[in-house]
């Protein structure tokens, strides 16, 4: 399984920025494809998740309210919207396919992609 993310770059502070991540290669079994963020010198840490065949998305409480995750089932895409960025948003950001909201239980990762937010 290949996860390609793209999208991110940088955005002035109350911007917005739209990631994806595109799946590819064999059928996976992990029920959910999520985002997770990873600033420098910190944990990486979760941002949001979605089932692939249904149900209610999750985010976390540092950005809920500010992104909205979707997916397109049949070109195995799954989006992240990020609106009314904040400096603390600046991480590279990873989607990933596993089976909770928990960095450790993640299955494939993709490569990452870059959001620098200007103040």
């Known amino acids: 399984v290949q996860l390609q993310a793209s999208g991110g770059g940088v955005v002035q502070a109350g911007g917005s920025l739209r990631l994806s991540c595109a799946a590819s290669g064999r059928a996976f079994n992990s029920p959910l494809m999520g985002w997770f963020r990873q600033a420098p010198g910190k944990e990486r840490e979760f941002v949001a998740s979605i089932i692939w065949r249904g149900g209610s998305p999750v985010y976390a409480a540092s950005m809920k309210g500010r992104i909205t995750i979707s997916r397109d089932n049949a070109n195995n895409i799954v989006y992240l919207e990020m609106n009314s960025l904040k400096a603390e948003d600046t991480a590279v950001y990873y989607c990933?396919?596993?089976?909770?909201?928990?960095?450790?239980?993640?299955?494939?990762w993709g490569q990452g992609t870059l959001v620098t937010v200007s103040s």
């Open positions: 990933a396919v596993g089976r909770s909201t928990s960095a450790h239980d993640q299955d494939y």
